[in-house]
C-alpha cells in the first residue's frame, strides 16, 4: 500500500506547455524527495525538500513542499521532450515511494 | 567515482526456484536499500542494510533476505519463487541510514519468473 499518492497518474502535453504533478500524504514527512525514472534505469534523485513551505528551483522544475510537510508538488515550465519520464516521490523515514506520474512530452 | 551497479542485467527463473541478485554501492557509501517495482508502479521498498546489519525492513516475507558485506556490496535472495515475484528489483546505496539521505540507485536486475 502507498503512503504517498501522486497525481495525476499521467499526463501527456506538448513541448512547451507547463505542467504540475502532486505528491499527497496523511502522514507528516521530515523530508521528501522527487526522483525521475527513464525507461530500463534507475531512479535519478533531482531534489530534497525539507522544510515546510521551501521551494527548489532546478533549472525549469519548481519543487515546493507543503507548509504541513504532508504534500509536495513539481512544476515544470515550457516542458521539453526530454522531461518524459516517471517522476515519483518519497517520503524519508520509512522509503517509501508513490506510484508515480508518467510524463510524455510530444515534440 | 564508480555508481551503484547491479548484476545480472535480465534472469530468467522457474518457480520455485532461488534467485540471487548483487549490487556494489557507489564509493563512500555505507547503507544499502532493495526495492521491488512491478509493472506500472512506484518501487516497494524490502529491506535496507546499514554497516552489514538489517536496518529496516518492509511488507515482504522472510523468503527475501539479503546480505551487505564488509566493503558494503549486498545481495538479495528470494527463495521458493513467485510468478508475482517478476519485477524490476533495484538496489540504492546512501552515505547515512535512517536520518536525511540521498539515495543512489543502480539501473535495476529484471527478473522474470515463469
Known amino acids: 500500500t502507498q503512503l504517498l499518492e501522486q497525481s495525476p497518474q499521467f499526463l501527456s502535453i506538448q513541448e512547451g506547455e507547463n505542467l504540475t504533478v502532486y505528491c499527497n500524504s496523511s502522514?507528516?514527512?521530515?523530508?521528501l524527495q522527487w526522483y525521475r525514472q527513464e525507461p530500463g534505469e534507475g531512479p535519478v534523485l533531482l531534489v530534497t525538500?525539507?522544510?515546510?513551505?521551501e521551494v527548489k528551483k532546478l533549472k525549469r522544475l519548481t519543487f515546493q513542499f507543503g507548509d504541513a510537510r504532508k504534500d509536495s508538488s513539481l512544476h515544470i515550465t515550457a516542458a521539453q521532450p526530454g522531461d518524459t519520464g516517471l517522476y515519483l516521490c518519497?517520503?524519508?523515514?520509512?522509503?517509501?515511494f508513490g506510484a508515480g506520474t508518467r510524463l510524455t512530452v510530444k515534440p | 567515482e564508480t555508481g551503484v551497479t547491479q548484476s545480472p542485467t535480465h534472469l530468467i527463473k522457474t518457480r520455485g526456484q532461488q534467485v540471487t541478485l548483487r549490487c556494489s554501492s557507489q564509493?563512500?557509501?555505507?547503507?544499502v536499500s532493495w526495492y521491488q517495482q512491478a509493472l506500472g508502479q512506484g518501487p516497494q521498498f524490502i529491506f535496507q542494510?546499514?554497516?552489514?546489519?538489517?536496518?529496516g525492513r518492509g511488507n515482504f516475507p522472510p523468503r527475501f533476505s539479503g546480505l551487505q558485506f564488509p566493503n558494503y556490496s549486498s545481495e538479495l535472495n528470494v527463495n521458493a519463487l513467485e510468478l508475482d515475484d517478476s519485477a524490476l528489483y533495484l538496489c540504492?546505496?546512501?552515505?547515512?541510514?535512517?536520518?536525511?539521505?540521498?539515495?543512489?540507485f543502480g539501473p535495476g536486475t529484471r527478473l522474470t519468473v515463469t
Open positions: 540504492a546505496s546512501s552515505l547515512t541510514s535512517g536520518a536525511l539521505y540521498e539515495q543512489y
Open positions: 502522514s507528516v514527512f521530515s523530508s
Open positions: 525538500v525539507v522544510t515546510g513551505g
Open positions: 518519497a517520503g524519508e523515514g520509512d522509503m517509501r
Open positions: 564509493s563512500g557509501h555505507n547503507t
Open positions: 542494510y546499514y554497516r552489514e546489519e538489517e536496518n
